[in-house]
């Protein structure tokens, strides 16, 4: 193992990195020569977040072959110490101390969303290589930001959807594309239908923990009175901070069904129609509890429901969501956090780990299965790709990651440029039977659930030009103005090109 960095490794001064206030400027070359630019017998790798998600992917650098966790940083400094102690690791609560230690050539970032892009981008500048935790950005212009970071500075960069390093998918797409197993496929119905619970509301703000470093927790994103009951995990319903279910879980299945129904063929989707709202709870959050969207692209449509909710108040049963003219139509229900490909003879039913092709008179065509454990082989692939510094040989590139994570925002655009409920708003510009059915399925579920449909927002179809990410046409200006957030004097994301 080579122990030093070159001295022409990538400086990057004190004020600019400790004191965050240039950001944006220009960096020195990352095409010099560092540690990280050569093969390495073992990766040492930085932690940034040590939350749940930030602790579970420690342990499984460490179980990795060729990789090591050297430093763990939190703003919760006792959650970085209680991390860093199980590896024998320093324990810091500034993750810039991490990004400019020559003793890390990777980090794994699993902070909260709102840090995800800048804590990647100021890794990429200081020469390491990147996994970071999905959804890859709190808005769609700095995940964009990402991809050109990761390009211009010849990073290692992947995101965290590990089911890209599952073996069924490739078997998946085979039989589906090639073998035309169940023949053309029609349209996709993707559902997160999981529940969760309020988050509370105070009358008065949240006293910010004395053991978290507040300037720091926030970071990029604007300092705002916290009235939810607890800090941690819960800032996913704050727009401030997180980017609700549809950023949380729609992400991983969204990059399946990208993965498998259009084989990534589709970037973006051209047209977005949505609704949702945040329904039975008053409490603080703001992100949607029940969310469901029609996206349209140039080959066949996707469209996707979440749903925290039970099927009553006080009840535990999920909600069945269908997009079929009858309830029976398909043989077997769609998994609740999962997809159906509808095709010409039949329907695909997939999940994480395992999926099934059956005929519409409910035969089993074929069934995939697979026990590996996903997120320790997809942090290997993560770790040959450093070692190797081959990024094509990565299962979840950064830009593929970028355009799944941009289904889900372009998703929760539309929801915040919405009003208040149309039905009118929910009738797209070209029919789309499945999505109708969808919607009054939907509704159905949540007049049962004892909610009124008139509490929802809806928001008109929103026409969307891929090759600028960019909205255009009638409702654009509302919707455009998401896509992007203003950013704290410090902690601005760079314009990278």
């Known amino acids: ?157 992947q995101l965290g959807t590990q089911q890209r390093s599952d073996a069924i998918q490739s078997q998946i797409r085979d039989f589906l594309h ?86 990534d063929a589709i970037d973006l989707p051209d047209r977005i129609t949505v609704a949702g709202g945040r329904v039975g709870w008053n409490d603080a959050g703001q992100t949607p509890n029940v969310h469901f969207a029609l996206l349209e692209t140039k080959t066949f449509p996707t469209m996707i429901t979440l749903s925290n909710l039970p099927t009553q108040p006080g009840k535990k049963g999920a909600w069945d969501i269908t997009s079929t003219p009858t309830p029976g139509e398909w043989p077997e229900n769609a998994p609740g956090s999962g997809y159906v490909i509808v095709c010409e003879g039949g329907y695909y039913l997939g999940q994480r780990g395992s999926g099934r092709a059956v005929d519409k008179t409910g035969n089993v065509i074929r069934q995939f299965h697979d026990d590996a454990n996903i997120i320790a082989v997809h942090m290997q692939n993560f770790v040959d790709a450093v070692r190797s510094r081959d990024a094509g040989a990565l299962n979840a590139p950064i830009e593929n990651g970028h355009f799944s994570t941009g289904w889900c925002n372009l998703a929760n655009v539309a929801f915040r440029a ?21 919607v009054a399925n939907t509704l159905g579920c949540l007049r049962e659930f004892g909610g009124n449909p008139e509490s929802l927002r809806s928001c008109p179809t929103l026409h969307h030009d891929v090759a600028t990410e960019r909205f255009v046409g009638e409702n654009a200006a509302r919707a455009n103005q998401f896509l992007r957030r203003e950013y704290r004097r410090g902690y601005e994301i760079p314009m990278m090109s």
């Open 1 to 157: 193992m080579i122990s030093s960095r070159s001295q022409s490794r990538v400086s990057l001064s004190r004020r600019r990195f400790l004191g965050g206030v240039a950001v944006g400027a220009a960096t020195a070359a990352t095409a010099r020569t560092t540690r990280a630019d050569s093969a390495l017998s073992e990766v040492r790798i930085g932690i940034l977040g040590a939350g749940g998600k930030g602790s579970q992917l420690a342990s499984y650098v460490d179980k990795t072959p060729g990789a090591k966790v050297v430093m763990v940083a939190d703003p919760d400094i006792g959650r970085a110490r209680k991390t860093a102690d199980l590896y024998q690791a320093k324990a810091v609560k500034d993750l810039r101390h991490v990004l400019e230690s020559p003793d890390v050539d990777a980090v794994v970032i699993a902070t909260c969303d709102h840090w995800h892009c800048l804590a990647a981008i100021w890794a990429i500048e200081a020469g390491k290589d990147v996994y970071v935790e999905k959804p890859l950005g709190h808005n769609q212009w700095e995940g964009r930001q990402v991809v050109n970071a990761a390009t211009k500075h010849q990073r290692i960069v």
């Open 178 to 263: 090639n073998e035309k197993g169940l023949g053309e496929i029609q349209y996709v119905q993707a559902n997160r239908l999981g529940l969760r619970g309020p988050i509370g509301k105070r009358p008065s703000p949240l006293a910010f923990p004395s053991n978290v470093d507040r300037e720091l927790w926030f970071g990029p994103a604007a300092i705002e009175p916290i009235y939810r009951n607890q800090l941690h995990y819960d800032w996913h319903w704050d727009w401030n901070t997180g980017t609700g279910e549809m950023g949380n879980w729609g992400v991983h299945i969204i990059d399946d069904v990208r993965n498998v129904a259009y084989q």
């Open 418 to 438: 919405g009003g208040e409920f149309s039905r009118d708003d929910l009738e797209p510009e070209t029919t789309v039977a499945p999505w109708n059915r969808l």
